[in-house]
């Protein structure tokens, strides 16, 4: 039999395919799935108990949590990525280590095929090809959804056909969760003027009464909340179960899609927003303003081409390499309050805080030049002007 990887979640489209692609055009599937933080470990038993029902003839969970932190997620704190200021890439940047994980699984068992349940509608074929092909280019990619153009009602109708008669009721409200990050879309998001209700949100509002909490970093990573280590990994998840019990990190975001129309999303990243924002305001205090631009420019760059799909590009790893090294002093304490619905960064503490109030404080006294010294400068400053409009009188 012809040996094929399938891209599993145990959703409609991939359920079709795996029934489809076993019974009518005589693959042998493997289904897969990825966890980078969405999955329980329930919710992977009942994953892998539907794909064998469904004619598969193996089910693999593959955990790639640690290394969709390692590989991604650590990268996107260290640049501060928000997509156009709001989205950070939540869901969007989970597909590309998914997509690495299920070609490495396919080249381990010798598969042939790889599929994915896909429409040609949206941004996951682009990211899930560019990685198949890339890194296995013998590899055939299936996508009978794409392919065939297929309705949901014809999914639906052809497995009930042949047996398979789960609740296919779509839901108001679809959710991918994982650890950078909630997505949230429904009716309301496929307009431009109406926004999500709270109950559309997967977190609701528990706590009421403020909460101050210290975020630990030690070059760029969070390793320690309220002074207890652990990892990066386990500190964000810790901080999402207390932040999102405030409704934190509730946004709409419009961007440009791959494949050229906008497209609008709710999320939820109550970890993730307080997360990046923190670390930026550490490296407001302990980066010099040069640095600062410069890695304004590279983390925009990286997110987009992370969001486009262009992972593989050596140019990614040259700038994770830039990322890296402006964190050797991004290092203290973030003081954070948490009330409902928001946050706010109190302050910092750091040993490398470039505040230093021996070379004086901004706009109050002065201990390291004289007035002399300050005209001075200031005349020389203003020599540009000057010559500019002498040549060029206005």
């Not at 390291?368 to 010559?387: Q, Y």
Request: charged share 25%; aromatic share 10%.
């Amino acid at each position: 039999m012809k040996k094929l990887v399938l891209a599993y979640s145990g959703g409609l489209d991939t359920s079709y395919c795996a029934k489809y692609l076993s019974q009518e055009e005589g693959y042998e599937v493997h289904a897969v799935s990825v966890n980078t933080g969405g999955f329980s470990s329930e919710e992977i038993n009942t994953i892998q108990e539907k794909a064998l029902a469904l004619g598969a003839s193996s089910y693999t969970s593959l955990d790639a949590v640690e290394t969709f932190y390692d590989k991604v997620v650590k990268y996107l704190i260290f640049g501060n990525v928000l997509r156009n200021n709001t989205y950070p890439l939540s869901v969007s940047a989970e597909r590309i280590v998914q997509a690495v994980e299920i070609v490495e699984h396919a080249k381990k068992i010798g598969a042939d095929y790889i599929a994915h349940g896909s429409t040609g509608a949206g941004n996951d074929q682009v990211r899930f090809d560019m990685i198949f092909q890339t890194l296995a280019p013998k590899i055939k990619i299936i996508t009978p959804i794409r392919d065939n153009k297929l309705a949901r009602e014809e999914e639906i109708a052809y497995l009930q056909k042949n047996g398979v008669d789960y609740s296919w009721e779509k839901a108001k409200y679809s959710i991918n969760k994982g650890l950078w990050g909630t997505s949230v879309g429904g009716d309301e998001t496929l307009t431009s003027h109406l926004p999500l209700p709270d109950s559309a949100y997967p977190s609701q509002l528990q706590e009421k009464e403020p909460k101050q909490v210290k975020l630990t970093f030690e070059k760029g990573e969070l390793v320690a909340l309220d002074g207890q280590k652990n990892t990066p990994v386990a500190n964000i998840e810790l901080l999402e179960h207390m932040a999102s019990k405030y409704a934190i990190g509730r946004d709409i975001h419009v961007g440009d899609t791959i494949i050229g129309i906008k497209g609008r999303v709710g999320f939820e990243a109550a970890a993730a927003l307080i997360i990046i924002k923190a670390h930026h305001l550490l490296e407001k205090h302990t980066l010099s303003k040069w640095q600062q631009y410069q890695k304004e420019q590279q983390g925009n760059f990286y997110g987009m081409l992370l969001h486009e799909g262009n992972y593989l590009d050596e140019v990614m790893r040259n700038i994770e390499a830039f990322l890296t090294d402006t964190q050797k002093n991004v290092s203290g304490d973030v003081f954070v309050s948490l009330y409902p619905f928001q946050f706010r960064l109190d302050g910092i503490d750091s040993p490398h805080d470039l505040m230093n109030a021996s070379f004086g404080s901004y706009g109050e006294m002065n201990k390291g030049w004289t007035a002399d010294d300050a005209k001075g400068f200031i005349k020389i400053l203003s020599n540009p002007g000057k010559i500019a409009n002498h040549v060029n009188p206005s």
